[in-house]
DNA sequence: GGTCGAAACGGACCGCGGTCCGCTTCTATT
DNA sequence: AATAGAAGCGGACCGCGGTCCGTTTCGACC
């Protein structure tokens, strides 16, 4: 064998112009939720703006939901880079104490700032399944490293839950609680889960 | 002043003919999410089975969530019922520790039954925000009651979170964790929030 | 019983998400 | 360069949630 055989390469390579429209029908989504917020974006705007057919937006990304999740999933490309390899104490160096904290805030501001791309791409399933349980490994890590002991993955889904944007909403929104107060509410959860 | 006066009432009491069209809609809501299932109750279905036109459902529930909502409530209320007056140890009689893990177990197969029925009502705001805070009202009760210290409005919340559909789909669905495995963590966390 | 304003009604209508299928474009092969 | 057939394309079409507004019904008051 030689390297020009293709190695072990998804069956279906996408083609040419496949690629190019996905591109472009990324790009236009991106721009158009920038500009005109996520409500206001209709697939048929995308498509005309992307400059291809409806039919292709939906072949490409499934539905409207899929392809607000892949939008979504540039900016937490960036934000999981940051996490595995930023500066610390979100990144590594910091004591895993620190980190669980710096994660658990970065967390929550990245949920309310994309709140209504997050709602848009709907339940979890549509989008990525390794973006989504990326946040559950590394809280498992941290809590590995806190020395914690017990069923880290039932722990680290408690830890992360209340960090779910429909119960942010809540507080937020409904019973208007400060950011402040969310995280201090969030760091005693931690200390509680880790110490004892 | 005689008892023929209507005594505090909304201003605008219901008239006769809207309040039999609700209870028809509500009637045929329910009878058709239960022989059909939720996916395939359309508005227009509802209303010609109610014998009303399609805004009058809109009217009275606002929207497809509304319906739902309404819907589902039928059953929290008894739910609810059973936790302030029902039998112990889910209701009053039994010590609060008893109390919160039968309120846990409860709750986690409540969300798991009407599943569907609850991702049509949709966000909460959409249902009454009284039904909504019940649970939090309850838990930051018992956890009082055992004597917990800090901010108790966090700590139920952090309680609560992780029954909420969201995260309990993705635990059953895509993770396939066992009914028993979460109920078990879940134990593990208020112990862990409670003690200490 | 008759009158009148307000509240409720209902179905035509709209926009959007999603599908379908005949046509076009790409690329592997010779 | 020619070819063939698979992959991709696009826009007409559908069903559903939601709105709007002319018409009907209710019930308070005379």
Redesign the interface.
């Known amino acids: 064998m030689t390297h020009l055989l293709p190695l072990a390469d998804d069956p279906a390579p996408e083609r040419a112009d496949a690629a190019r429209n996905r591109q472009a029908i990324l790009a236009a989504a991106l721009h158009l939720v920038e500009t005109r917020g996520v409500a206001c974006v209709t697939m048929d705007t995308v498509a005309s703006e992307a400059g291809v057919g409806k039919g292709t937006l939906f072949r490409r990304f499934e539905s409207r939901e899929g392809l607000m999740a892949a939008v979504l999933n540039e900016s937490e490309t960036a934000w999981q880079a940051s996490v595995i390899s930023g500066p610390p104490p979100l990144g590594p160096g910091a004591p895993a104490m620190e980190r669980l904290h710096a994660f658990g805030h970065s967390r929550l501001r990245a949920n309310l700032v994309h709140a209504d791309l997050i709602a848009a791409a709907g ?3 549509t989008r990525s ?1 390794a973006a ?1 349980s990326f946040a559950n490994m590394h809280v498992r890590y941290l809590l590995g490293e806190l020395g914690v002991t ?2 880290l ?3 680290a ?2 830890v992360l ?2 960090l ?1 944007m ?2 942010l ?3 937020v ?3 208007q ?1 400060s950011l402040e ?2 995280e ?3 760091d ?2 931690v200390r ?2 880790v ?2």
């Open positions: 339940a979890p399933g399944v989504l017990g069923d993955l039932m722990l889904t408690a839950a209340p779910e429909i119960v909403e809540q507080q929104n409904r019973e609680i107060r969310i201090a509410g969030w005693d959860l509680r889960i110490g004892c």
